[in-house]
Structures are given as structure tokens and as C-alpha cells.
């Protein structure tokens, strides 16, 4: 519930302040990601029956689409207009909203991912682990955007590696592990938050593109995106855990925390949208950076995780990397400029 007020405060924020809607929703983002990482590491590593990732990923598509419909009900003033404005710019435009079934494909792939990566690394290096999505995303910018990045943004963004290939080392040497829940395996949790790097870098910057090209308001986009992604999700659902499904139903494992889970990540791709309307891809990917402080700090407490230098130092990095690349945000200089 409080997500959802939340929400609905960003939406009724003008548009004349864009500034503010910018740097709020920045803020919210990264408080979203810190406690979401928590959340999924803890849900897939706590005693008593394991709910089906890909039921969850299906059912937090479901919450977002109410969520974005009743938003659009409220723009456009009632339910006539509501019906008028999806036939006006869904029905009627078959082509532009199949476009948005690429990211909506890539998105239901990358967030079982992260089901997959928080089962199988603990939430602080995870965290840090899916900041490379930053790089992905800023090296995607330049391709398909044609951005142009400083020379020390660069360097920002290869601190950021240097950060995150610290955290890894500082954590290899553990064998695979078992807190209450199945087997861990850290190198299937980094090749799951690799993975979910690179989808997420894509996705997002085909998805601002489309948002940043066209009339069609963020919520609406929200309605194609998640009318397309619901039949993906349904199929995942029953080619990955159809038997599973069948034998305990589309809900095992289900209780309030699954719930509440599945809520918060609706929220998360909600306030991306914002993000991604009001901002950008690569300073939404800094921003989420500094979930990482708050959730080192919890999972010690919750989790008993253990801060070693090596983690200290490599998380620095990343954290150093946000500040370096926040302090170049004026226009590129021609000499000073690297394309690829």
C-alpha cells in the first residue's frame, strides 16, 4: 500500500516540475531496489515450501497492469474515455504495440534471472553484482541511442568493473552453500546477474527510446508492456514448472511475504518508468548504486553477512564510480568526447 500511494504522488506531481519529479523518483527507485534485493534474497533462502519464481514474475506483470490502468482511468477522466484511449492507442496502432513485445519478452526473462541470482548470492553482492547493468545500459545507450560519453565517464565505468570483479574475488573463495533453502552456487548466481546485466542494459534503453519518441503517455506504455508480457509469463510459467503447477497448483509456497514481494517488484518497474521518462537509463542505473550501502549494512544484520576488506574496497569503487560520473553531467565537449 505504501508503494502504491507512493506512485500515485510521482503521477500527480506537474509536469512543469520535472526536476523534482526527477530526483524523487530517483531516491524512491533506489530505497525500492535496496529493499527489494533483501526481500528476494530472503524469500528464496527462509524455511517452508519455495513459491514459483515464475509465477511470481507473471503475477507482479498482473499487479502492474491494474496499477497502470487505474492511473490512465484517472488521466483520462472515466471509463468511456479509459476504453477510448486503449482502442486510440492500442487497438488502432497493432504495429506500434508489437514493438513493445521485444522488451517485454526480455524483461520476463530478465526478472527470473533474479529470482535465480538472489537464491544463489547474498543480497549485498548481488546487489553490487547488478550494478554492471549500468555498464550495459550506457554501452547499449551509445548504440542505439547515439549518446556521447565523456572520457571520465568512461573511466567511471570502468571503475565500476574493477568494483564489482573485486566484490566477486572477495566472495570466491566459498564453497557452494545451503542457508535453509536449496544449494547455492555462486557462479550460477553472477551468470544469472550477468545475464539479467545485459537484458536489463537493452530493454531499458529500447524502452526509453520508445517512451522518448512518441506521444504515448509512461502508463500507457506500462498497459502494451505488460499486455504483452502477461502471455509470455504464462508460457514460462507452464514450460519451466508446468508439472510442478499441476501436481500443487499456480499458488504453492504463496503467503503474505510472497504477497508483499510480488507488490514491490510491480512498483519497482512502475518507478523505472518514471525514471526512465523524467531521467535517463545510465543515471537511473547510479542512482539504484547506492542501494548497495543500505543493503551491505542490513544483510549484516539480517543475514550475518560478513564485510571483508576486499567487499569494503570493491564496493567502494562502485560507489566512487557514481560520484565520478555524477560530476560530468554538463554537455560533452567535442574534444573531449569518445564515441564508439
Given at each position: 500500500?505504501?508503494?502504491?500511494?507512493?506512485?500515485?504522488?510521482?503521477?500527480?506531481?506537474?509536469e512543469?516540475n520535472?526536476?523534482?519529479?526527477?530526483?524523487?523518483?530517483?531516491?524512491?527507485?533506489?530505497?525500492?531496489?535496496?529493499?527489494?534485493?533483501?526481500?528476494?534474497?530472503?524469500?528464496?533462502?527462509?524455511?517452508?515450501?519455495?513459491?514459483?519464481?515464475s509465477?511470481?514474475?507473471?503475477?507482479s506483470?498482473?499487479?502492474?497492469?491494474?496499477?497502470?490502468?487505474?492511473?490512465?482511468?484517472?488521466?483520462?477522466?472515466?471509463v468511456?474515455?479509459?476504453?477510448?484511449?486503449?482502442?486510440?492507442?492500442?487497438?488502432?496502432?497493432?504495429?506500434?504495440?508489437?514493438?513493445?513485445?521485444?522488451?517485454?519478452?526480455?524483461?520476463?526473462v530478465?526478472?527470473?534471472?533474479?529470482?535465480?541470482?538472489?537464491?544463489?548470492?547474498?543480497?549485498?553482492?548481488?546487489?553490487?553484482?547488478?550494478?554492471?547493468?549500468?555498464?550495459?545500459?550506457?554501452?547499449?545507450?551509445?548504440?542505439?541511442?547515439?549518446?556521447?560519453?565523456?572520457?571520465?565517464?568512461?573511466?567511471s565505468?570502468?571503475?565500476?568493473?574493477?568494483?564489482?570483479?573485486?566484490?566477486?574475488?572477495?566472495?570466491?573463495?566459498?564453497?557452494?552453500?545451503?542457508?535453509?533453502?536449496?544449494?547455492?552456487?555462486?557462479?550460477?548466481?553472477?551468470?544469472?546477474?550477468?545475464?539479467?546485466?545485459?537484458?536489463?542494459?537493452?530493454?531499458?534503453?529500447?524502452?526509453?527510446?520508445?517512451?522518448?519518441?512518441?506521444?504515448?503517455?509512461?502508463?500507457?506504455?506500462?498497459?502494451?508492456?505488460?499486455?504483452?508480457?502477461?502471455?509470455?509469463?504464462?508460457?514460462?510459467?507452464?514450460?519451466y514448472?508446468?508439472?510442478?503447477?499441476?501436481?500443487?497448483?499456480?499458488?504453492?509456497?504463496?503467503?503474505?511475504?510472497?504477497?508483499?514481494?510480488?507488490?514491490?517488484?510491480?512498483?519497482?518497474?512502475?518507478?523505472?518508468?518514471?525514471?526512465?521518462?523524467?531521467?535517463?537509463?545510465?543515471?537511473?542505473?547510479?542512482?539504484?548504486?547506492?542501494?548497495?550501502?543500505?543493503?551491505?549494512?542490513?544483510?549484516?544484520y539480517?543475514?550475518?553477512?560478513?564485510?571483508?576488506?576486499?567487499?569494503?574496497?570493491?564496493?567502494?569503487?562502485?560507489?566512487?564510480?557514481?560520484?565520478?560520473?555524477?560530476?560530468?553531467?554538463?554537455?560533452?565537449?567535442?574534444?573531449?568526447?569518445?564515441?564508439?
Amino acid at each position: 500500500e505504501f508503494w502504491h500511494i507512493l506512485l500515485l504522488k510521482l503521477f500527480f506531481i506537474s509536469e512543469g516540475n520535472t526536476n523534482v519529479l526527477k530526483y524523487v523518483s530517483l531516491v524512491t527507485l533506489t530505497l525500492q531496489n535496496a529493499i527489494l534485493g533483501l526481500s528476494m534474497r530472503y524469500a528464496r533462502t527462509r524455511n517452508g515450501d519455495m513459491f514459483l519464481s515464475s509465477t511470481a514474475v507473471l503475477m507482479s506483470e498482473v499487479v502492474k497492469l491494474i496499477t497502470c490502468i487505474g492511473i490512465v482511468y484517472i488521466e483520462a477522466g472515466g471509463v468511456v474515455k479509459l476504453f477510448d484511449t486503449i482502442d486510440k492507442q492500442i487497438i488502432k496502432q497493432p504495429i506500434d504495440t508489437l514493438k513493445v513485445c521485444v522488451p517485454s519478452f526480455v524483461y520476463v526473462v530478465q526478472n527470473n534471472l533474479l529470482y535465480v541470482s538472489a537464491s544463489h548470492l547474498d543480497a549485498a553482492t548481488y546487489q553490487v553484482t547488478y550494478q554492471l547493468k549500468i555498464l550495459t545500459t550506457a554501452m547499449f545507450s551509445v548504440f542505439i541511442l547515439k549518446k556521447e560519453l565523456l572520457r571520465t565517464q568512461w573511466i567511471s565505468l570502468l571503475t565500476l568493473i574493477i568494483g564489482v570483479v573485486l566484490v566477486q574475488l572477495a566472495q570466491s573463495g566459498d564453497a557452494p552453500t545451503s542457508v535453509s533453502g536449496p544449494e547455492q552456487n555462486r557462479f550460477i548466481g553472477f551468470m544469472a546477474a550477468l545475464s539479467a546485466c545485459c537484458l536489463s542494459g537493452f530493454a531499458g534503453v529500447y524502452f526509453e527510446k520508445m517512451l522518448k519518441g512518441s506521444d504515448v503517455t509512461v502508463w500507457m506504455r506500462n498497459v502494451q508492456l505488460s499486455l504483452c508480457s502477461i502471455p509470455f509469463g504464462l508460457i514460462s510459467c507452464f514450460v519451466y514448472d508446468g508439472h510442478t503447477i499441476k501436481e500443487n497448483g499456480f499458488f504453492f509456497g504463496y503467503d503474505k511475504f510472497v504477497n508483499y514481494l510480488i507488490v514491490l517488484q510491480a512498483c519497482g518497474g512502475l518507478i523505472v518508468a518514471v525514471v526512465v521518462k523524467y531521467a535517463d537509463n545510465i543515471l537511473k542505473g547510479f542512482a539504484t548504486s547506492l542501494a548497495i550501502v543500505i543493503s551491505c549494512v542490513a544483510s549484516i544484520y539480517i543475514f550475518n553477512f560478513e564485510l571483508t576488506l576486499q567487499f569494503t574496497v570493491g564496493a567502494a569503487f562502485v560507489i566512487f564510480s557514481i560520484f565520478l560520473y555524477g560530476h560530468t553531467t554538463k554537455k560533452p565537449v567535442v574534444s573531449n568526447t569518445f564515441k564508439v
